[in-house]
């Protein structure tokens, strides 16, 4: 019986979920398989195919090639999605993500709200590091452009005595980029 379920499951991933056009395409005789991120299935999927496809900038126009090497960026978990697709379902890398994206598309980020920053506050005994770390967090995770809002709202969420509050006060910063660099001098 175990035997049974076992030559199944092999039966199973040896089938190819592209068409004969994918499968029998030959790779580029130069080819060098990138290094990805694993997609483990608990993290937004268009930032993984984003982020493949900038790793395969270069044979983005080979959809062969893209639909083959996209699997070795899969994790465990994710393949048996992948070995349960439908032979010869694939048509194209675009039919591949559109699938992997609907598959997955639970796991995608829902931007914060601008609120999530404005109540954030350096917590007692918290390291400057800490809260800075949290913060920016925090702040990359809201869409759309905040920028001033942000910077009011790390220094009002540092205490009355804090030194960086201080030097915030007397003398503001009109970017992140200068109120990153006044953290540091800070740290």
Request: glycine fraction near 4%; charged fraction near 30%.
């Amino acid at each position: 019986m175990r035997n049974d379920a076992i030559s199944k499951a092999f039966r199973q991933i040896s089938k190819s979920p592209f068409t004969r056009k994918i499968d029998r395409a030959k790779l580029p005789h130069h080819f060098t398989q990138p290094t990805f991120t694993i997609y483990n299935g608990r993290t937004n999927p268009v930032e993984h195919v984003s982020h493949f496809n900038q790793r395969m900038a270069i044979h983005s126009r080979n959809e062969a090639l893209m639909c083959k090497v996209f699997p070795s960026s899969l994790g465990p978990v994710v393949m048996r999605w992948f070995n349960g697709l439908e032979e010869g379902s694939i048509r194209s890398f675009e039919e591949l993500t559109k699938a992997f994206g609907a598959r997955f598309m639970t796991r995608s980020r829902v931007p914060r709200p601008l609120d999530s920053l404005l109540s954030m506050v350096m917590r007692e005994e918290e390291t400057l590091k800490t809260y800075c770390n949290r913060y920016w967090e925090t702040f990359n995770e809201i869409d759309g452009d905040f920028e001033n809002v942000a910077i009011r709202t790390f220094k009002v969420g540092l205490p009355m005595e804090h030194d960086l509050r201080k030097s915030l006060t007397m003398k503001p910063v009109r970017s992140m980029r200068q109120l990153m660099d006044r953290i540091d001098e800070h740290k």
